[in-house]
């Protein structure tokens, strides 16, 4: 059974409509405050959902060409075919070119410095590992440890010696998972060049309890040994 509304409850106005009420005089007496706020609104979402459809789009047209380039960096190892390394650095620049906020750019920068490494030409192998690493923020993949190291065998094969050593030792201050030993094992390798015996033996030693792998570690046991 339903309960009675008392004289007050049937006099008093609706909450409800008493609400919806304030809201229309309200709209009625600012209407061009009221219109501009809701166009503003409007506009925003649109802009922000045609910015999302863009940077999608952008991301994905570029992660098509990344793919590509990938693809012929295989072909290119296997047959070693040096055209098609030169293919290969084509592809990767006009990513760059063409979509150089993404992260397929990114990466492409870092791959140029590898296949510029790998065909010899190492100021230009410098110049790209250069650029990721001044743009590369987290590491928490490793590549920013590999770009660093990279330098640091670039300028170990300019004969460098303390310029690739001041890049080893930068990239073992990044986050580098399992890349310790490696690490260590290039700084050694440096100390020993430098007539730095004591150094050279305790990054060895580093690097030998970061190892697992037991023919490094008979390698690292043997250099510890002929420094001890």
């Known amino acids: 059974m339903a309960a009675k509304l008392s004289k007050q409850d049937l006099k008093g106005p609706d909450i409800f ?25 409007v506009v925003a979402v649109a802009i922000a959902f045609g910015i999302y459809l863009y940077w999608n789009q952008y991301q994905t047209s570029a992660v098509e060409i990344y793919a590509k380039a990938q693809e012929n960096i295989t ?21 760059i070119d063409k979509y150089p906020s993404s992260w397929s750019a990114q990466m492409a920068r870092y791959h140029l410095g590898n296949i510029y490494y790998n065909t010899g030409e190492i100021d230009n192998a410098i110049a790209s590992y250069k650029v990721f690493v001044s743009s590369a923020k987290s590491d928490n993949t490793g590549i920013k440890f590999l770009a660093l190291t990279s330098l640091g065998y670039c300028f170990e094969a300019k004969k460098d010696i303390k310029g690739a050593l001041s890049y080893f030792e930068e990239a073992q201050k990044t986050s580098k998972p399992g890349f310790e030993s ?11 060049q430098l007539n730095d015996k ?20 008979i390698f690292i046991k043997r250099k510890i040994s002929s420094l001890s």
């Open 17 to 41: 409509q008493s609400t919806f009420e304030r809201i229309s005089d309200y709209i009625s007496e600012n209407q061009t405050r009221f219109y501009v706020f809701v166009t503003s609104i």
């Open 75 to 95: 072909r290119s190892a296997q047959a070693r075919s040096p055209e098609l390394a030169k293919e290969s650095i084509k592809m990767y620049k006009d990513l």
């Open 182 to 192: 490696i690490g260590f094992r290039n700084i050694a390798r440096i100390y020993e």
């Open 198 to 217: 004591k150094k050279a033996l305790e990054n060895y030693q580093n690097a030998l309890l970061k190892t697992t792998d037991p023919s490094v570690m």
